[in-house]
Structure formats: structure tokens, C-alpha cells
């Protein structure tokens, strides 16, 4: 009698398809991770509220006398609350006439490429489009003050919250990074469909991207210690009592993945349960800059209304303005709204 867990000639196929797929997926994810240099995945419960953070500290004087009492600088942080982490759940067909028409390597294999692809942009994309909302602006009149101004606002930030910082990565539109290098000599690499450009203007990596994940006249940048990978994991559940069953690879479980025929469509189903995101500790630790120029309007927010959600701005004693905390409008408070005019990166 053959012993228990065979792996027979049936099941090879699918079982080193779904070990290959989640095993690509997994190494491109670290290969990643080791470039940008953020630290290891972070596992969530599913349901897991994500909140970013401003911080603010108001200093007070040290100057104390002998026997005073020595006041207390106020720390304050402020949490704002995303969408809960969930799973994601993916499906992908391919006929028995595609097989037949095509071979196997090109209707699954090319197909199961691509399905890997789109799985690993999603994750990408919500990360660039919760990049847009820092809250650390400004604007600079050319592409090159630009970036080197994001990372000088970011320095000083998280300077200020005395926390340290390793080293900083950027996001910039891909043109506006060629109209700037011309025919320099820069070596550009690339890994999992996104190019970058390593040690590049004190930048440990700066990506070239391309519209609408990073539209032109935009740079944003940020230390890899503000950057988070959460993840729930797909092996780590009873889902098997429900009949279904995922591979999963690794000692991160970052996505599970599998594949079976159906019998009454005549196609090969594949399935993929992936619940990860990109993140980032703090909202004024990410810095969005504008290539122009900026103007400030005074604006009187409706009753009820959400400035911080509104991005409206304030200003301090020194004529500089900032994007407001604010939750509720505060009475006696001007608000102002932020308008930028581009210019040529």
C-alpha cells in the first residue's frame, strides 16, 4: 500500500503550479522590500483597522527655576482611520478550447504570469494612491528642488519628532525623471514592472513612474521607517472546514493560491486570496511636492464640515501654512484652500 500523502501523477501539475505561483509571488515581494529596505511584513487580524498618524510636540521653556514645577511639553497625536484589512478574493478561467488552441504554456502559464502581475499592481496602485494623500506639501519652481526639497521636509519632520531615519525613497513621474537626466549616464534598473534609479541625489532609490500612479510635476518622498507592509494571512484561518483549501509558501503567507478544474464550464479555475497593504505610520512623515508654485485662499467651511478631509490649510505666526488636523471646524479659525500653478519640471 502506498503511504499516506502520495503526491501521485494527478496532482503534480497543479500542486508545483500553485507552489511555483505562490513562491514567485513571495520572492518578488522580498525582492521589493529589500530594495525600498522597509522591514519585515507585518501580520494583521483580518478587520484590522489602518490608521496613520500626524504628531505634534509644543515645547515649552526649560528655563525653570529652582524648586518650580517644570511644565509639560504637550505630544499629541492624532490618529486618522482608513478602511479595515481584508482579504481580497481573485479568480481567473481559462477554457479547454484556449489550451487547445493555444498550449498550455501560453493560455496557463503566460496567463497565470499576468494574473501574478495584476495581483502584485493592485497592492502597488492603492500604495501610490494613499502616497497622494501626505499631508507634508509644498511647491518648488524646478523638478530637481523638488525632490531635493521632499527630502529635506521629511528630514526635518521626523528631526522634530526625534525619531530616526535611515534613508529616504522617492516616487517621480518617469518623464519629468528623463527631461531632467537627458542623455546622463544613470543606470536604471528594474524589478516587478517599476523602474528606479538607486543612490540618486542623496535618495537611496527613487522610482519612475508613470501616470496616474505618479502624475507629471509631482514628487513625493518618505523614509523607509515610515513604510509598513501589513498582511493577513491566508494560512492561518479554518478555511479548510469550508472546503477550501489554498497553498501558501513561506514564513510570510503573503497570498494563497488554487487552482482546479471545472468539469461542468470545461475550464481550468485558479484562485487567489490576498489581503495586503502598503503603509504609512505617519501622514505628515510623507512628503507631496509640487513642481510650481502655490497660493493660499482664506475659505469659511460650512457647518459640519470635515477640514482636515476638505485638505484645507492653516497658517501659522510665521506666514506658513500647513494642512490642518482638524476634524470639526474650530470657531474663529481661518481656514485656507491651496492652489498650485505647474511649471515646466
Not at 303 to 312: D, E, V
Request: net charge negative.
Amino acid at each position: 500500500m502506498a503511504k499516506s500523502n502520495l503526491t501521485k501523477a494527478a496532482n503534480i501539475d497543479v500542486s508545483v503550479r500553485e507552489i511555483d505561483f505562490v513562491t514567485r509571488f513571495a520572492r518578488n515581494w522580498e525582492a521589493l522590500r529589500t530594495i525600498m529596505g522597509i522591514m519585515r511584513p507585518i501580520r494583521k487580524d483580518p478587520g484590522t483597522k489602518l490608521v496613520s498618524n500626524t504628531a505634534t510636540v509644543t515645547l515649552q521653556s526649560g528655563a525653570v527655576g529652582e524648586g518650580e514645577e517644570i511644565p509639560y511639553s504637550l505630544a499629541e497625536v492624532h490618529p486618522v482611520a482608513y478602511g479595515d484589512i481584508e482579504f481580497g478574493k481573485y479568480c481567473k478561467a481559462v477554457s479547454i478550447e484556449a489550451v487547445n488552441k493555444y498550449g498550455a504554456a501560453v493560455a496557463v502559464d503566460k496567463t497565470d504570469a499576468a494574473f501574478l502581475n495584476e495581483l502584485q499592481g493592485k497592492v502597488l496602485t492603492d500604495f501610490y494612491t494613499f502616497l497622494k494623500t501626505g499631508i507634508l506639501t509644498g511647491a518648488y519652481s524646478t523638478w530637481q528642488m523638488s525632490l531635493a526639497m521632499a527630502k529635506g521636509l521629511v528630514l526635518d519632520k521626523f528631526s522634530k519628532m526625534r525619531r530616526n531615519v535611515t534613508t529616504v525613497v522617492g516616487f517621480v513621474n518617469i518623464l519629468d525623471a528623463y527631461k531632467y537626466l537627458g542623455a546622463a549616464n544613470i543606470s536604471i534598473q528594474t524589478m516587478m514592472g517599476l523602474n528606479y534609479i538607486k543612490d540618486f541625489m542623496g535618495y537611496s532609490v527613487v522610482f519612475l513612474m508613470s501616470d496616474p500612479d505618479i502624475p507629471q510635476g509631482k514628487v513625493i518622498a518618505l523614509p523607509v521607517e515610515n513604510i509598513d507592509l501589513y498582511y493577513v494571512d491566508p494560512g492561518d484561518s479554518d478555511f479548510a472546514k469550508l472546503g477550501l483549501e489554498y497553498t501558501v509558501e513561506g514564513e510570510t503567507n503573503l497570498i494563497g493560491f488554487h487552482a482546479m478544474g471545472n468539469y461542468s464550464t470545461a475550464v481550468g479555475e485558479c484562485y487567489a486570496l490576498m489581503g495586503m497593504k502598503l503603509w504609512a505610520e505617519y501622514l505628515d512623515g510623507i512628503a507631496v511636492i509640487d513642481v510650481g508654485s502655490e497660493s493660499f485662499s482664506s475659505v469659511s467651511p460650512a457647518s459640519g464640515a470635515n477640514p482636515f478631509a476638505l485638505n484645507y490649510y492653516e497658517k501659522d505666526s510665521n506666514d506658513n501654512y500647513f494642512h490642518t488636523i482638524d476634524t470639526t471646524v474650530v470657531n474663529g479659525k481661518t481656514y485656507y484652500t491651496r492652489t498650485v500653478t505647474a511649471s515646466n519640471p
